[in-house]
């Protein structure tokens, strides 16, 4: 799957919140969340309006399929930043987020595991303790 994945509508040079929104997933209110946060830069307006373009449609399609993989929308400011700093899209830090995140992943699957097996001796115990008359346990 790619990391940022647009729906296949014809996305047009100037855009309403609205449309961004059907064609992203993500809602008026997030997207101006995302704003206010700094992850969308330089939303550019037409009176009262905000003005988005395809570059605003693949950074918040970004975001959400990050969301998606379990990365906070903190996590995804460094990135952000570099990018506007830079006007380049940082891969190396990305890439570092993601194998940061699969590290936490992977310890979360052990701690889990061992959880599992803890549960399992306490529902023995019960039962040795307890001996339930029904012969499904």
């Known amino acids: 799957a790619n990391f940022v994945s647009v729906t296949p509508i014809r996305i047009r040079k100037n855009m309403y919140i609205g449309e961004v929104s059907k064609l992203t997933g993500a809602s008026k209110k997030a997207i101006h969340h995302y704003e206010a946060l700094g ?4 939303v ?4 009262k309006y905000r003005i988005y ?3 605003h449609v693949v950074i918040i399609s970004m975001i959400k399929k990050a969301q998606s993989l379990g990365f906070k929308l903190s996590e995804l400011l460094p990135m952000i930043q570099v990018k506007a700093k830079e006007n380049r899209f940082p891969v190396e830090v990305a890439i570092n987020a993601i194998k940061q995140k699969q590290k936490q ?3 979360e699957i052990e701690q889990a595991k061992q959880l599992d097996v803890e549960l399992g001796s306490l529902k023995q115990e ?3 303790q307890f001996p339930l008359n029904n012969p499904n346990n």
């Open 39 to 42: 992850l969308l830069s330089k």
């Open 126 to 128: 019960l039962i040795d």
């Open 53 to 55: 373009d395809k570059h």
């Open 105 to 107: 992943i992977r310890i």
């Open 44 to 47: 550019p307006r037409l009176g």
